[in-house]
Every structure is written in C-alpha cells, then in structure tokens.
C-alpha cells in the first residue's frame, strides 16, 4: 500500500503526521518537490487515488500518541479529493476532537467547484496554508504555471472566503528556489495583511525538508 499518512520528522512520535490524498494539482510550481523526488524522508508519495477511507483510517491509526495535528499536504492539492478530505476529516472530529487540522492547498478550489466550498469545511477544519507565491499575476502564472484562468485573483479571493468563514488562513511564499525568479515578500506580506490572512515565507530547501 502506498503512502497515505506520513511524518517529516524521524520520531516515533511525531507532534504532526501528514496526509497524501491525491497526486493531481491544477498547478505546475517551477519549485514543486514532485519534479525532485518520489519520495518524503522515505515515504513513496505517487499514487493513482484508488483507496479507500478505511485505508487512510488504518495509516493514521498506527500512530500512537495521536499526533497534535494532522495537515492535509502531500504531492497534490488535496481539495481535489474534497469529499474523501471531508469524511476523514470527520472521522477525527469524532474520535479525536482535540487535534488540530490545516490544509495546504494551492486555493483554486471555490473556482474548480464554482461554489464556496469554504463553508463546507467550516467546524471540519481549523486552519488553511494557502500558497500566494507571488505578488502579481504575471508572476504567478510564470511560476505556479495554473491549468485554471485568472488563477491568481482566485487564490486570493479564496484566502478572503476562508478568513470569512472564521478559518485561520496563512498566505504563503516560497523564496530563494532560483537566482532568476525575485518573489517581493514584502508586497506578499501586505497583500496577505490586507486579505485577513497571516503570511509565511518559507524558504526554498532544495530536495525539500
Ligand atoms: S501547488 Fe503544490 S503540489 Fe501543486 S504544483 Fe505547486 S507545489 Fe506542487
């Protein structure tokens, strides 16, 4: 069985575990681990999407303290498996109402589904990393290279509809991952400010972690 859930740090224990649930993105990030490496601290991350609850269910159960918190992360955008995200995420609301939950996401989810499905995981999940990248939409879409149209104003009205619903929501950039592409944090930072959010530059680390 391939990678579900995984950890990044090398305890038995760790404080946040990490789930896969899916391998397909609407983006192409020039800086996306997935053109590095197969692999995440040597968890096989491809998959073809075919499992089932029950399989994310028995991966997540062999950690054991529970981790603090679980992020929906992985080689994809996880919101494109919105439905198997929702039903997980129940699944820990119920048994395990204490760990905290975020998603990573590239935010063009309320413009994939033509509906705020913000409000659907409102009370499901507490927090959202959503990757920014840039500080225009020229930018974006040299960097993010998106499948969807006027992807860049969708990230940041999704940022704004998570903030709505009360969901803590963190624009983030990735910096320092080419000596040709300059990301103005600075101006990600305001934009981020401006939108409710919090924000985070993290650092390009090349082969990632
Ligand atoms: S949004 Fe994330 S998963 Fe998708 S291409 Fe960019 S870095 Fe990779």
Redesign the pocket.
């Known amino acids: 069985m391939y990678t579900l859930v995984y950890s990044i740090d090398n305890s038995e224990h760790p404080e946040t575990v990490y789930v896969n649930l899916t391998n397909s993105?609407?983006?192409?990030?020039i800086?996306?681990?997935?053109n590095q490496k197969d692999d995440v601290c040597g968890a096989e991350m491809w998959h073809d999407d075919s499992y089932s609850l029950e399989d994310i269910i028995n991966q997540f159960e062999k950690y054991n303290p529970k981790p603090k918190s679980v992020v929906f992360c992985?080689?994809?955008?996880p919101f494109l498996r919105r439905e198997m995200m929702k039903e997980f995420c129940k699944y820990l609301r119920k048994n395990y109402p204490e760990i905290k939950i975020r998603v990573?996401t590239?935010g063009h989810a309320n413009a994939i589904y033509r509906t705020n499905i913000v409000k659907e995981f409102k009370g499901l999940i507490d927090a959202v990393s959503v990757?920014l990248n840039a500080a225009n939409e020229a930018d974006y879409d040299e960097i993010?290279k998106p499948k969807i149209k006027n992807a860049y104003e969708e990230v940041k009205k999704f940022i704004k509809a998570c903030v709505d619903e009360g969901i803590e929501a963190t624009a983030s950039v990735v910096t320092g991952f080419d000596k040709i592409h300059y990301i103005d944090a600075g101006e990600c930072e305001k934009i981020a400010k401006e939108l409710g959010a919090k924000f985070r530059n993290r650092e390009f680390i090349e082969n990632g972690y």
Do not use: D
Not at 25 to 29: E, R, V
Not at 31 to 34: G, K, Q, V
């Open positions: 993105c609407t983006n192409s990030c800086f996306c681990l997935r992985g080689y994809g955008e990573n590239n990757s993010c």
